[in-house]
């Protein structure tokens, strides 16, 4: 990758990142799904000037309803019931063990680098669920893997989707999870709460908005979308492991997020094993393999 590619890879890292903190501030003033359903409904006004995507209906439902609609709902409804963000951006990256998991049930075979990863992972995921108390609660514990899942089953759902220009898909896909997420709000959450949440909202919760509709979602889905066109997904991949890091070293900082002993191993075998399933490492024992080669026939 050349410099400006890696330099827009990392800033889609720290754009994700930061997400996990703006949620919580959005959820101080906007119910969980009400932030949810305004998020990707004002993320889906390129849809004015974009044309849909030449996709099945029922295939950008599906889309839709995994990746936008339960992922973030059950997200921001576990971070409103008190998973701290740090936490929240690990578990929701538990999507890639998921998505293999979730491969096997469509005849895909892992390789033994995936299974190793996958396995790693969900070890990691055993220990932060043993560290369940304090600021980590069953409810958000259980939300958060259940977020993670829906990213991964979208994930499972989207290869069918073949090539398509991402911009016009994300705009298309938010409004089609923006309209039933305003709905579910009204009817779950109440017309009265919806309403005093546009009332008394603060400043801060408004621009919270503000950067996961411009920042988190148009900005930085353009981008992921524009690195994976012009370079293979293993190269891409890897940068996403930046993100459960920083928004737990911007949780720590902003909101005092604390790590136990049990709970960072678990977060830190999370992210080994995400690292495991994402990076090319058969190219580096490859590599390493044909550079002892070398380096003893000089000898």
């Given at each position: 990758m050349p410099p400006a590619h890696i330099a827009l890879a990392l800033l889609v890292a720290i754009l994700w990142g930061f997400n996990f903190a703006a949620i919580r501030i959005g959820l101080e003033s906007f119910p969980p799904l009400l932030l949810t359903g305004l998020r990707f409904f004002l993320a889906a006004v390129p849809v004015l000037w974009l044309?849909?995507?030449?996709?099945?209906?029922?295939?950008?439902?599906?889309?839709?309803?995994?990746?936008?609609?339960?992922?973030?709902?059950?997200?921001?409804?576990?971070?409103?019931?008190?998973?701290?963000?740090?936490?929240?951006?690990?578990?929701?990256?538990?999507?890639?063990?998921?998505?293999?998991?979730?491969?096997?049930?469509?005849?895909?075979?892992?390789?033994?680098?995936?299974?190793?990863?996958?396995?790693?992972?969900?070890?990691?995921?055993?220990l932060v669920g043993l560290s369940i108390g304090g600021d980590v609660t069953i409810a958000g514990f259980v939300l958060g893997v259940g977020a993670g899942a829906s990213w991964a089953l979208g994930n499972v759902i989207y290869k069918r989707v073949g090539a398509v220009d991402l911009a016009p898909m994300i705009a298309w896909l938010s409004l089609i999870a923006g309209v039933p997420s305003l709905m579910l709000s009204i009817v779950v959450e109440g017309p009265t709460p919806v309403v005093e949440a546009f009332i008394t909202a603060t400043w801060a919760s408004w621009a919270a908005l503000v950067y996961l509709v411009i920042a988190a979602t148009l900005a930085a889905w353009w981008m992921w979308g524009y690195l994976l066109t012009r370079h293979p997904a293993s190269v891409v991949a890897p940068f996403a492991l930046l993100i459960p890091a920083i928004s737990a070293v911007v949780s720590y900082f902003a909101f005092g997020e604390r790590f136990g002993p049990l709970r960072l191993a678990g977060m830190m075998l999370i992210v080994a094993g995400l690292a495991i399933v994402a990076l090319p490492l058969h190219n580096v024992w490859r590599r390493w393999s044909m550079w002892r080669t070398r380096a003893g026939g000089e000898s």
């Open positions: 044309a849909r995507p030449a996709v099945p209906w029922t295939l950008m439902l599906a889309v839709a309803g995994s990746w936008y609609v339960a992922q973030f709902a059950l997200l921001f409804t576990a971070m409103a019931a008190g998973l701290a963000p740090g936490i929240a951006a690990v578990l929701d990256h538990m999507q890639a063990p998921f998505t293999i998991l979730f491969a096997l049930a469509i005849g895909e075979r892992p390789s033994r680098q995936q299974l190793t990863g996958m396995f790693v992972a969900l070890c990691g995921l055993g």
